[in-house]
């Protein structure tokens, strides 16, 4: 399968980012064009709605995503630091419109907290660092360290992106899917920041893409996934990246993941692999 | 009052500074000393996402009200440094992002560490440091409120003296979020008001002092808060501060300024 949409698209680097007219056009609360009347007589399915509140949960947890980046070098690059904090208001607005579609759905909104056991991949043990070993390493590593979070920022991305078209495609619904034409049309712009940030970074520097290649291989996708329950990620990975189709959602991620600076193949299947485990 | 976060979210936004005149400053520009104070609060307001960082490494980020706040008003201090960094645009002084990132990494290893023992203090303590956190940030916040409102008094140009008293509008209700949180949480442990009134007592300095030179912290304090009117203004923290439960006689803003040497 080739990625013939705006999903992974290859971004027009000619024009560099900016991060002014990014902050100065953010876009916040979107409820008034929710359509959130249509559920009452067409109330979305469960699988959907449970895919609505993981979703959700991803983008209201910005200032746990915030707290790892920060404590490293990252919090130095003050270019970065605008973006985020503009990313964070954006999202923050993304959550929110996605609790009033579960709202209006008559079900619990993004606060239930899911009781399931965390997965306890052994993979994933340095995702699971806590702010104060995170704080430690980073010191020695400097500010490479800015690579690799553009660079999962990037592919973050690209996997949520995915997984909100699927929702779009099965939820039937017209009311949802033009929500998630917003929340694209809002993502667009954080791709593009991540993706430019990204390849000038891996590409300028061999530490940045070791670092960014071993950051890769031992992370939870998507951002904020460790702190959700083992069975909502289960869920999520087999209705974004399950069956034959799913399978090649994966393996188009995985290309354009081989395709960036310094990345590789070898990289590229072991993310492949496990987001279609 | 508790503060109603959601109200907060709701209806914040971006300073407004485009219907104000900032081309009279280009004919009748403000003072270099000023200007160089201006210049202060532009870096400490962009700065805030790195106090940010401080915050969250403490168990407060796992609260949803917190998070939403925080969000907020993140966004709205970064473009306070928007809007004053437009303001001194127009008197010929660029801050790009390009220099505020060569001034903090100026700011070494005393910085590198400071989450860590942010994050150690907060982990020891628990959900008491959520409180020190809020008083700290309460006392910051009122600090800010009075360094724009001398500002606008000293310079008496009613254009600089309405944007200082849009962003000091703003700063307002990051007081009502601080105080409220810190009311509510230092009240209820006693434990919380032994390490907040520690931590105020012995750790607080004047808001940008961990971020900027000394030599500048001081030019700032000289011309906001020195003579008659600035200890007056000084005193006003305090009392605010004291009014916190456990805080009673703390006088942590008057004694930062006796120890900068900033003359009453």
């Known amino acids: ?277 | 009052m508790a503060f109603d976060v959601d109200k907060y979210t709701a209806t914040s936004v971006s300073v407004r500074w485009d219907d104000l005149d900032f081309e009279q400053f280009r004919e009748m520009p403000l003072p270099e000393y000023s200007l160089r104070t201006l210049r202060y609060m532009t870096d400490v307001e962009y700065h805030t996402v790195c106090y940010t960082r401080d915050l969250l490494t403490t168990p407060s980020h796992k609260e949803k009200d917190v998070s939403a706040f925080m969000t907020m008003w993140n966004r709205e201090e970064f473009w306070h440094g928007e809007a004053l960094a437009a303001l001194l645009g127009v008197h010929g002084i660029t801050v790009d992002y390009d220099e505020l990132k060569a001034n903090r990494l100026k700011l070494g290893w005393k910085d590198r560490l400071d989450p860590i023992k942010q994050s150690v203090a907060g982990k020891i303590v628990g959900m008491d440091f959520v409180a020190v956190h809020m008083a700290w940030g309460a006392a910051n916040e009122w600090s800010a409120i009075t360094a724009y409102n001398r500002m606008a008094e000293l310079e008496e140009n009613p254009t600089l003296a309405e944007l200082l008293r849009r962003i000091a509008k703003q700063e307002a209700r990051h007081v009502a979020f601080y105080t409220s949180q810190a009311r509510d949480r230092l009240a209820k442990s006693r434990k919380a008001q032994v390490i907040a009134r520690f931590a105020l007592n012995n750790f607080w300095a004047p808001v940008g002092s961990s971020i900027m030179e000394k030599s500048e912290v001081v030019h700032v304090m000289n011309h906001l808060m020195s003579g008659e009117e600035g200890r007056k203004a000084a005193r006003k923290i305090d009392d605010h501060i004291a009014g916190l439960p456990g805080m009673q006689g703390l006088t942590i803003v008057q004694d930062s300024l006796d120890s900068l040497g900033i003359a009453a």
Not at chain 1, 85 to 111: I, P
Not at chain 1, 181 to 206: P, Q, T, Y
Request: charged share 25%.
């Open chain 1, 1 to 277: 399968m080739t990625m013939n949409d705006e999903t992974i698209a290859a971004t027009d680097r000619s024009a560099h980012f900016d991060v002014r007219d990014f902050a100065r056009t953010a876009r916040g609360n979107h409820r008034a064009t929710l359509q959130l009347g249509e559920y009452n007589a067409k109330p979305l399915p469960a699988d959907s709605l449970r895919l609505v509140r993981y979703l959700g949960q991803l983008e209201s947890a910005t200032m746990q995503h915030l707290r790892n980046v920060l404590v490293t070098a990252t919090h130095k690059d003050a270019r970065v630091t605008a973006f985020l904090v503009t990313w964070a208001f954006e999202k923050f607005w993304l959550a929110d419109a996605l609790d009033a579609v579960l709202e209006a759905n008559g079900v619990a909104g993004l606060e239930e907290e899911s009781s399931d056991k965390r997965r306890h991949a052994l993979s994933e043990a340095g995702e699971r660092r806590g702010p104060i070993r995170r704080a430690i390493s980073a010191i020695i590593i400097g500010t490479p360290i800015v690579a690799v979070h553009m660079t999962v920022g990037l592919i973050d991305e690209w996997i949520t992106r995915t997984a909100y078209k699927r929702l779009a495609e099965t939820s039937g619904s017209v009311a949802l899917t033009s929500t998630i034409d917003m929340v694209l049309d809002v993502k667009r712009r954080h791709s593009l920041f991540f993706d430019d940030e990204s390849r000038r970074r891996l590409s300028g520097s061999a530490q940045a893409a070791r670092l960014t290649r071993r950051a890769l291989s031992g992370a939870a996708w998507p951002i904020g996934a460790i702190d959700r329950s083992d069975d909502d990620r289960s869920f999520f990975e087999q209705f974004t990246f399950g069956g034959s189709e799913g399978r090649a959602r994966a393996a188009a991620i995985g290309s354009a993941v081989a395709a960036l600076p310094g990345i590789g193949d070898q990289v590229a299947a072991t993310l492949t692999a496990r987001l279609s485990r």
